[in-house]
């Protein structure tokens, strides 16, 4: 079985496929696709975690994890490009709303917001971060698996 921070990341792809402006162009890597064809899209990853130990410091214990998750936007636009990015931004906000990510973490909330500008490209490209901190269990000798 994966690590969690996987199945993390899977399941929130799961659940921003299909939404109005990007459809099926969500990705869980940092890898950009090429393809103009694939603007708008979406990017999910993790970067950095924190973990503690939970619940006793016994042979069998738990680790409180919380990290961080990147939901990427990336668009283009002839004008309005902030409009664009704001109109994903909001529609990935209602989709993750207070979403448990199929009961694999107890809480995913939105913690900072990023926007980046690309005037050189051919046409006005754009970048929105939003990161969120999603808090998981897991056993010390288990990643694999929610608690």
């Known amino acids: 079985m994966a690590h969690l921070r996987k199945q993390i990341r899977d399941q929130l792809a799961v659940e921003l496929t299909g939404l109005p402006l990007t459809g099926s162009n969500v990705f869980t890597n940092r890898h950009r696709p090429v393809a103009a064809s694939k603007v708008p899209f979406i990017l999910v990853y993790t970067t950095d975690e924190a973990s503690e130990p939970s619940g006793g ?29 704001d109109g994903i931004a909001e529609s990935v906000e209602a989709a993750i709303g207070y979403s448990r990510l199929g009961g694999l973490v107890k809480q995913v909330a939105l913690s900072g917001t990023e ?19 999603a808090l998981y269990f897991t056993r010390a000798n288990d990643a694999s698996a929610a608690q």
């Open 57 to 85: 410091m016994g042979q069998q214990y738990n680790l409180m994890r919380t990290v961080a998750v990147v939901v990427e936007i990336i668009a283009s636009a002839a004008s309005a490009l902030d409009d664009t990015l």
């Open 115 to 133: 926007y980046e500008y690309d005037a050189e490209a051919s046409k006005d490209h754009g970048t929105l971060r939003l990161t969120y901190q």
